[in-house]
């Protein structure tokens, strides 16, 4: 697959297509919606990387359904559910797609991430990350004791983990930047 750039007929097709998706082998992929408790950690995580990317004026924070192309045979973008970014800006428009992956991508796992083919997707989702460029990989998954598998380019396939209680980091992508796993579990106060 050659270099998808905004004006390619598929980058179009998929910045039409509603909800969640991504470009693999050469088609347009759906994702499910996802529930109320991936979601949370999700923002939860967005919203801290966004203070860190405000007051480091470094890199720019990304929440779900953001858009990153890529150039793998077959693969043309992914849609990570927080993101750290640290590259050039679209050169054709804001309301583009970023040009390339993020420095730093978050998979929350929802209700169907479980089973052996989940982890086989998984798996392959991650290693596509990294021959993209991506230098860490959150793997999270609230429903596990390990709630953090931290992949890195470094050493893909032996994960850092964090449990509750931790402070979980995105080293060397996002420099500085941590973030208590207690802070994806945490209910908003209502009032």
Known sequence: MATLVANDPLVGELMNTEGKAEIVEGRIVEFMSTGKAP????GRIYISLDSHAQNSDEGEA????AGFLCDLPHRGSFSPDAAYYIGPENPDSEMDFFPQPPVFAVEVRSKNDYGPKAERAIRAKIA??????????WDVD???EEVIAKYSAQNPLVPQVFR??????????????????DALFARAATG
């Open 62 to 65: 990304a929440s779900d359904n």
């Open 128 to 137: 596509d990350y990294f021959a993209a460029g991506t230098l860490v990989v």
């Open 39 to 42: 979601n949370r950690a999700a």
């Open 164 to 181: 509750r209680g931790e402070i979980a980091d995105a080293e060397p992508a996002v420099a500085g930047w941590t973030m208590p796993v």
């Open 142 to 144: 609230l429903q596990n």
